[in-house]
């Protein structure tokens, strides 16, 4: 019995996927990859329900996003170009995920921000149950997190570490080196961040503020808030740790003493310096910020490599809602499409999808 249907673009071969009996069987592989994407599999093949897996980082790969939602394919991804494109194409993709009513493909947006984190999925509980969002802000690119921690690390952080260690009876483990509550040079800390996989390939694109923008024009469009600016408008008008034209593959020291002068500026205030993003719902207003952060504050002592996503709402105005975790590496990024995946079929179909228990 036919349980599912999905389909995966994998480099230059198209394969579709069927599942019979919970078990998963490659039935076809066809040359082409992308480009032959929808006539070879969406236009032959007469079943309910098509997905795609959309895996890469190409920018304009993204644009054929819409035509596959019209075509009735409902599309998962771990890349974010789609919204933070242009503004035809975001609501090219709006208009396509209701253009059938009920029977539209959906957009699946969890991985676009915050990876496997439910950022998204929170947002819009909040907003179906009536609840008003004011301001969204936080760290939320795990690379930033990661260097900015590195740099400007929070005073006693090694306490908590040591706490959790005492209590958690040895569920919770330190993944990072015993020396990650010391200061560190700009440079180490992006030759870190890249050995543990939490940067883009280019690193220029997490450090000039590329990824944290498409992120938040994201977070714009969930809000409503994206009409008069576009992804490059706030990559521009974001601070950034280092401004001007650098090599952050070889990092100089003339550079790293630069950074080091504003961590030593916000120490001497009993701060550390963080990498903040937000969507001021109220204001209109989409910023990057360097934000010298009592040590204190959750955005200061959230762990290197984590996000930190604030949600302040008409009922949570005072303390808001606070979604924190990893959202990179390849185990967190790695569920969340599946996770989707799993999450839609069973709306969808009342699949009943029993996980392997060892």
Same mark, same amino acid.
């Given at each position: 019995? $036919?349980?599912?249907?999905?389909?995966?673009?994998?480099?230059?071969?198209?394969?579709?996927? !069927?599942?019979?009996?919970?078990? /998963?069987?490659?039935?076809?592989?066809?040359?082409?990859?992308?480009?032959?994407?929808?006539?070879?599999?969406?236009?032959?093949?007469?079943?309910? +329900?098509?997905? #795609?897996?959309?895996?890469?980082?190409?920018?304009?790969?993204?644009?054929? +996003?819409?035509?596959?939602?019209?075509?009735?394919?409902?599309?998962?991804?771990?890349?974010?170009?789609?919204?933070?494109?242009?503004?035809?194409?975001?609501?090219? &993709?709006?208009?396509?995920?209701?253009?059938?009513?009920?029977?539209?493909?959906?957009?699946?947006?969890?991985?676009?921000?915050?990876?496997?984190?439910?950022? &998204?999925?929170?947002?819009?509980?909040?907003?179906?149950?009536?609840?008003?969002?004011?301001?969204?802000?936080? $760290?939320?690119?795990?690379?930033?997190?990661?260097?900015?921690?590195?740099?400007?690390?929070?005073?006693?952080?090694?306490?908590?570490?040591?706490?959790?260690?005492? &209590?958690?009876?040895?569920?919770?483990?330190?993944?990072?080196?015993?020396?990650?509550?010391?200061?560190?040079?700009?440079?180490?800390?992006?030759?870190?961040?890249?050995?543990?996989?939490?940067?883009?390939?280019?690193?220029?694109?997490? =450090?000039?503020?590329?990824? *944290?923008?498409?992120?938040? $024009?994201?977070?714009?469009?969930? /809000?409503?808030?994206? +009409?008069?600016?576009? $992804?490059? %408008? &706030?990559? %521009?008008?974001?601070?950034?740790?280092?401004?001007?034209?650098?090599?952050? *593959?070889?990092?100089?020291?003339?550079?790293?003493?630069?950074?080091?002068?504003?961590?030593?500026?916000?120490?001497?205030?009993?701060?550390? =310096?963080?990498?903040?993003?937000?969507?001021?719902?109220?204001?209109?207003?989409?910023?990057?910020?360097? =934000?010298?952060?009592?040590?204190?504050?959750? !955005?200061? #002592?959230? @762990?290197?490599?984590?996000?930190?996503?604030?949600?302040?709402?008409?009922?949570?105005?005072?303390? @808001?809602?606070?979604?924190?975790?990893?959202?990179?590496?390849?185990?967190?990024?790695?569920?969340?499409?599946?996770?989707?995946?799993?999450?839609?079929?069973?709306?969808?179909?009342?699949?009943?999808?029993? /996980?392997?228990?060892?």
């Amino acid at each position: 019995m $036919m349980t599912g249907a999905f389909d995966i673009e994998c480099g230059a071969t198209t394969a579709t996927t !069927f599942a019979f009996d919970n078990e /998963l069987e490659v039935v076809a592989g066809v040359p082409g990859g992308i480009a032959t994407f929808k006539d070879s599999v969406i236009l032959y093949y007469d079943y309910a +329900h098509h997905m #795609i897996f959309y895996c890469t980082g190409d920018k304009e790969d993204a644009k054929l +996003h819409a035509g596959w939602l019209n075509e009735g394919v409902h599309v998962a991804k771990a890349n974010n170009w789609g919204l933070a494109g242009s503004k035809e194409q975001r609501d090219a &993709i709006a208009a396509a995920e209701i253009g059938k009513g009920k029977l539209s493909a959906k957009y699946l947006p969890e991985v676009k921000v915050g990876g496997a984190l439910p950022v &998204i999925n929170i947002l819009r509980s909040l907003l179906n149950s009536g609840d008003i969002i004011h301001r969204v802000d936080g $760290m939320i690119s795990v690379s930033m997190s990661y260097i900015m921690f590195r740099i400007s690390p929070p005073v006693y952080f090694d306490c908590n570490t040591s706490f959790d260690e005492r &209590i958690s009876n040895g569920v919770f483990s330190e993944e990072f080196s015993s020396n990650v509550g010391e200061v560190c040079s700009l440079s180490q800390a992006v030759k870190e961040a890249v050995a543990l996989g939490l940067m883009e390939d280019d690193p220029g694109k997490d =450090l000039n503020n590329e990824y *944290t923008s498409r992120c938040l $024009m994201i977070l714009a469009k969930e /809000l409503g808030v994206d +009409h008069n600016t576009s $992804m490059q %408008e &706030i990559q %521009e008008a974001g601070e950034k740790l280092v401004d001007g034209d650098v090599d952050f *593959t070889n990092i100089t020291e003339e550079v790293d003493q630069k950074v080091q002068e504003k961590v030593k500026a916000a120490l001497d205030k009993g701060c550390v =310096l963080r990498h903040i993003a937000s969507v001021d719902v109220t204001q209109e207003q989409i910023e990057i910020k360097l =934000l010298e952060v009592p040590n204190t504050h959750i !955005f200061a #002592i959230t @762990p290197p490599g984590c996000e930190c996503v604030r949600l302040f709402t008409e009922r949570h105005i005072r303390y @808001p809602v606070i979604i924190q975790g990893p959202s990179a590496g390849a185990d967190s990024t790695a569920s969340a499409p599946p996770a989707e995946f799993l999450s839609h079929v069973r709306s969808r179909v009342s699949l009943q999808v029993q /996980l392997p228990t060892d």
